[in-house]
């Protein structure tokens, strides 16, 4: 079974930056398209970013510009590169297999909490 640990979540200021790392295991995961997701509190789980097995990219467009994701696939590893962070990027980070349903628990894990304050 497949398994993502995501690490590099913290405190961020306004106009900051930090780096996500995502390690994966158990899975085909130089073949599967990956995502960054994010849970902000009081919202719904929303896709951030994905990216396909050869590096093709997509952004949420509030992220686009500020935001990069990439991935290693010899070493099972994903990243969200965040620049210029916001408040409104306040939330748990996670990433999985792009598709996952979003709205059921069952399916994620702990995720890296981002809060971005002053």
């Known amino acids: 079974q497949a398994q993502y640990v995501e690490s590099g979540g913290g405190l961020g200021q306004p106009g900051g930056s930090l780096t996500l790392s995502c390690t994966a295991s158990?899975?085909?995961?130089?073949?599967?398209?990956m995502g960054w997701y994010r849970k902000a509190p009081g919202k719904q789980r929303e896709l951030v970013a994905a990216?396909?097995?050869?590096?093709?990219?997509d952004y949420l467009d509030s992220v686009k510009g500020r935001f990069t994701i990439s991935r290693e696939n010899a070493k099972n590893r994903m990243y969200l590169q965040m620049n210029d962070l916001k408040t409104e990027d306040t939330a748990i980070y996670y990433c999985?297999?792009?598709?996952?349903?979003?709205?059921?628990?069952?399916?994620w894990g702990q995720g890296t909490e981002v809060t971005v304050s002053s």
């Open positions: 990216i396909a097995s050869g590096g093709l990219a």
């Open positions: 999985n297999s792009y598709g996952t349903p979003l709205y059921e628990d069952r399916w």
């Open positions: 158990g899975s085909n995961f130089a073949l599967e398209t």
